[in-house]
């Protein structure tokens, strides 16, 4: 007779359970868990201290008030029902329309503010409960990732507009004119773009308004391509889109409190108003001369340094490469049109995009070797491309006059330090290729059929 089974596991499975927690990836990522709550707990009492909603207090109300970005709601339930069958998927998307039409019903008739989304964040929530209560093993964990991942898509646009407001709050001084001085070894692209746009207006500049602020629903479009066979594999791949995407959402606005800028458009344009240093955007290049740091507001956020629009869009070029013709295509129109933007509407200088390529590439490298695991070529690079962005932001605040001084030597020596990054990963990424796809060992040959000897 069998013996009944019993709820306490035994020696063996404990022992196979502490095993498992030992294992050096667990650990790695219950770390990173514990960081990213520490850092989102962290942001909501900064936000709080000055008089705002943080983060997770933002995400919590869009459960009942009206979200801000009802898109972005919907994206993150994309990236959720990428873990689920077609039907599931079908059944989410019908009860998240269903939710969000009771809820316009209710707001329609009180005279509260309009707005969707709210389904799709109940249907997150739903399949987090789902997964808790009905799921177990493998599959529990598989449908945790995709609510985790569709929550942080969320949580990372929150947490952006926490720093930016942190970012304005803090920082009551800028540092536009070492940039705008140091930009005169590349040309001072940003004056010159801006007359550009200027000129196309008023195609260009819807085109590139579109494209600008459309930036992370490409990306979305992208993952869920890099993502469409999880819910037949039952597992997500070593790496995709939406991870760089949001490391590097992550780590880019502390670099803003090192290194405050505006902009061009505010330091040195018309909407700086009062603050900027004088109306010269785009028709007159800056004045020379010792740079100084400036007074400014503390309402527009010092998000210039480096171009994190730029970092995405290189992001999102790169993995592009991996898809059809037409993806590939659009994930170049979409880096240089969102170059053309940055530029163009005097958002950034053309030092803040030379940072910013180097910066995504840095970040990239460093996501990609840590779904390999070690790898010592992986670290030089990550290791140089911190190396070349430390230089370049230690040479825009201390060196801008001789680099405007020396544009010849300052200006192609930029170029070549970016490009240098590039160069490393791509040779670090071809290499990757090569030890991925097998190489075919040629067959050996038939041994000769013998012959008959002849009579």
């Known amino acids: 007779m069998n013996p009944l089974p019993t709820r306490i596991p035994s020696r063996r499975d404990r022992g196979a359970l502490r095993a498992a927690v030992r294992r050096p990836r667990v650990l790695l990522w219950t770390a990173a868990g514990a960081v990213t709550l520490g850092f989102l707990v962290a942001l909501e009492f900064a936000?709080?201290?000055?008089?705002?909603?943080?983060?997770?207090?933002?995400?919590?109300?869009?459960?009942?008030?009206?979200?801000?970005?009802?898109?972005?709601?919907?994206a993150g339930l994309a990236l959720?029902?990428?873990?689920?069958?077609?039907?599931?998927?079908?059944?989410?998307?019908?009860?998240?329309?269903?939710?969000?039409?009771?809820?316009?019903?209710?707001?329609?008739?009180?005279?509260?503010?309009?707005?969707?989304?709210?389904?799709?964040?109940?249907?997150?929530?739903?399949?987090?409960?789902?997964?808790?209560?009905r799921r177990r093993g493998g599959e529990?964990?598989?449908?945790?990732?995709?609510?985790?991942?569709?929550?942080?898509?969320?949580?990372?646009?929150?947490?952006?507009?926490?720093?930016?407001?942190?970012?304005?709050?803090?920082?009551?001084?800028?540092?536009?004119?070492?940039?705008?001085?140091?930009?005169?070894?590349?040309?001072?692209?940003?004056?010159?773009?801006?007359r550009f746009v200027e000129a196309t207006e008023p195609v260009g500049d819807h085109v590139l308004?579109?494209?600008?602020?459309?930036?992370?629903?490409?990306?979305?479009?992208?993952?869920?391509?890099?993502?469409?066979?999880?819910?037949?594999?039952?597992?997500?791949?070593?790496?995709?889109?939406?991870?760089?995407?949001?490391?590097?959402?992550?780590?880019?606005?502390a670099v803003y409190m090192i290194f405050p800028v505006v902009g061009p458009v505010f330091a040195y344009g018309a909407d700086g108003g009062q603050w900027a240093v004088a109306d010269l955007w785009p028709h007159t290049l800056p004045p020379g001369g010792a740079p100084h740091a400036i007074p400014f507001d503390d309402i527009t956020p010092r998000n210039c340094m480096p171009s994190l629009h730029t970092a995405w869009a290189t992001t999102l070029f790169l993995h592009s490469r991996k898809g059809s013709r037409a993806m590939r295509f659009a994930g170049t129109f979409w880096l240089v049109a969102t170059l053309t933007a940055t530029l163009g509407f005097g958002y950034h200088y053309g030092a803040d995009l030379v940072a910013g390529v180097v910066f995504a590439l840095t970040v990239e490298t460093a996501m990609r070797?840590?779904?390999?695991?070690?790898?010592?070529?992986?670290?030089?690079?990550?290791?140089?491309?911190?190396?070349?962005f430390s230089v370049l932001l230690v040479s825009?605040?201390?060196?801008?006059?001789?680099?405007?001084?020396?544009?010849?030597?300052?200006?192609?020596?930029l170029v070549l330090a970016m490009a240098s990054v590039i160069l490393g990963h791509v040779r670090t990424t071809r290499r990757w290729e090569a030890q991925a796809v097998p190489v075919r060992q040629p067959e050996p040959p038939h041994p000769a059929e013998p012959q008959p000897e002849p009579v």
């Open 396 to 413: 825009y605040r201390y060196l801008p006059v001789e680099m405007a001084e020396h544009p010849w030597a300052a200006g192609p020596l």
């Open 209 to 253: 308004h579109l494209v600008y602020g459309q930036l992370p629903l490409a990306a979305a479009l992208v993952g869920l391509y890099q993502l469409r066979h999880v819910a037949v594999e039952r597992r997500f791949p070593s790496h995709h889109l939406v991870r760089t995407f949001l490391v590097i959402g992550l780590l880019g606005p």
């Open 80 to 133: 959720t029902m990428v873990v689920l069958t077609w039907r599931q998927r079908l059944v989410a998307a019908g009860a998240a329309i269903g939710i969000d039409v009771v809820f316009w019903l209710v707001r329609w008739a009180v005279g509260a503010d309009m707005n969707f989304g709210n389904g799709a964040l109940w249907v997150v929530l739903g399949c987090a409960v789902v997964a808790v209560t």
């Open 369 to 388: 070797a840590f779904a390999r695991g070690r790898d010592r070529g992986a670290v030089r690079l990550v290791v140089h491309g911190a190396a070349v």
């Open 140 to 194: 529990r964990a598989l449908l945790l990732k995709g609510v985790g991942l569709g929550l942080l898509l969320v949580a990372g646009h929150k947490t952006g507009d926490t720093w930016l407001l942190i970012t304005s709050e803090t920082r009551k001084t800028v540092l536009d004119p070492y940039v705008a001085t140091a930009d005169q070894a590349l040309g001072n692209p940003s004056w010159l773009v801006g």
């Open 47 to 74: 936000a709080r201290h000055y008089g705002v909603r943080g983060p997770v207090t933002e995400q919590a109300r869009e459960v009942v008030f009206a979200p801000d970005s009802g898109p972005l709601l919907y």
